[in-house]
T-cell receptor, first 110, second 112 residues
Framework: GQQLNQSPQSMFIQEGEDVSMNCTSSSIFNTWLWYKQDPGEGPVLLIALYKAGELTSNGRLTAQFGITRKDSFLNISASIPSDVGIYFCAGPGGANNLFFGTGTRLTVIP | SQTIHQWPATLVQPVGSPLSLECTVEGTSNPNLYWYRQAAGRGLQLLFYSVGIGQISSEVPQNLSASRPQDRQFILSSKKLLLSDSGFYLC???WGAGQPQHFGDGTRLSIL
């Protein structure tokens, strides 16, 4: 079945540092989505990517749709304490749903 | 704009008791609706999805059931809860297949 592998599983960084995480798929996607989940809340959509090679920014966040269409990357610049949370990648799967990655847990140390 | 509401936010239930979690969406019509469960510190497990009134697809065999009595209402139920039903339950909606899903705030269910 479809697998989405996210790495790293967790990150501990100092406030102000940049963050990079990625997601790889066992098959080709035509859409990549990145979500953030704050503790005790539902995931919130950060960035949606629809074209191979696409680079999209949302404030300090930048995501890229890999040219192989089997991977995607999320970068956070100049991290701040409120960046803490779990970041999920997702892509279309099955007839009507999404596959979600296993998540990257980010901790920002003030 | 579209909004999604889940309630209750937290719930503590004894083993063997029934369950009913409700989710409603406003500001759209004929959305796809989803129920997920998330164990502590883990990823999202899709439980059910629905593409229309009365249409339910189950992704994993389990002790739970779902119903969609109205276009923008999705209900997660159980007749007898098990300890293993504990978790964080999330409802989501989307415009259709492959489209971004938008999540509610979740229900934290604890089984005693």
């Amino acid at each position: 079945g479809q697998q989405l592998n996210q790495s790293p599983q967790s990150m501990f960084i100092q406030e102000g540092e940049d963050v990079s995480m990625n997601c790889t798929s066992s098959s080709i996607f035509n859409t990549w989505l990145w979500y953030k989940q704050d503790p005790g809340e539902g995931p919130v959509l950060l960035i949606a990517l629809y074209k191979a090679g696409e680079l999209t920014s949302n404030g300090r966040l930048t995501a890229q749709f890999g040219i192989t269409r089997k991977d995607s990357f999320l970068n956070i610049s100049a991290s701040i304490p409120s960046d803490v949370g779990i970041y999920f990648c997702a892509g279309p799967g099955g007839a009507n749903n999404l596959f979600f990655g296993t998540g990257t847990r980010l901790t920002v140390i003030p | 704009s579209q909004t999604i509401h889940q309630w209750p936010a937290t719930l503590v239930q004894p083993v063997g008791s029934p369950l009913s979690l409700e989710c409603t969406v406003e500001g759209t019509s004929n959305p796809n609706l989803y129920w997920y469960r998330q164990a502590a510190g883990r990823g999202l497990q899709l439980l059910f999805y629905s593409v229309g009134i009365g249409q339910i697809s189950s992704e994993v065999p389990q002790n739970l059931s779902a119903s969609r009595p109205q276009d923008r209402q999705f209900i997660l139920s159980s007749k007898k809860l098990l300890l293993s039903d504990s978790g964080f339950y999330l409802c989501a909606w989307s415009w259709g297949a492959g489209q971004p899903q938008h999540f509610g705030d979740g229900t934290r269910l604890s089984i005693l």
